[in-house]
């Protein structure tokens, strides 16, 4: 699979397949994450790889922040389930002091964007699905994982087989709305 492919047919996937992941598949994502590009090459990011069952179930009750979701109508994550049912989680996280910042924007988030992205190419480019979950409860899911003072949680990547034909993804906006030439125009 070439690059632009593997960037335009990657999907988010949100039911799994009780199948196992091979450890070379999950390497081969856990290098491409190392692979990326960052805040002078500072490597910011960092990774707990979870495959306990019981770990994964405690993952996806935290995964439902309740004052967050209520606003948008949710009565739960969308990706919740995924979390207790695919057979691995990779939980990224940052450093932000191992980044840089500029103008007042910290580039770690940047940095982990990228990690990401990287990461989800990587599982749909050995077979494997994935999704990013962004919402979570970070000081409960902090105290779990025993994550250290001071490193935040980006995102959460279930990992494993799609149990379904993944479909179309939801539209994206047209280059016309989102791509000026020479100078911004509105
Ligand atoms: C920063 C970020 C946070 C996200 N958080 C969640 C989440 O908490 N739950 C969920 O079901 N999907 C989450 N998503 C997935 C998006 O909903 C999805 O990427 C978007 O709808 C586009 O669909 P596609 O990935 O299939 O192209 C998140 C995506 C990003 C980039």
Redesign the pocket.
Known sequence: MDTIEAIKT???V?KYADTTVEPEKLQAILEAVQASPSWSNMQCCRMIVVQSAATRAKISEL?FVESFFATYGYKT???QK?LADAPVVIVLCAIPEKSGEMGGQPYYMADA?IA?ENLMLAAHAVGLAS??????DEEQLGELLEIPPGVRII?LFPIGYSATE?KA??PRKSLDETVHYEKWRS
């Open positions: 990657r999907r988010s949100r995964s994550n969308p990706a995924a964007g990401s999704v990013f979950v962004g919402v979570f995102g993944p993804g939801p």
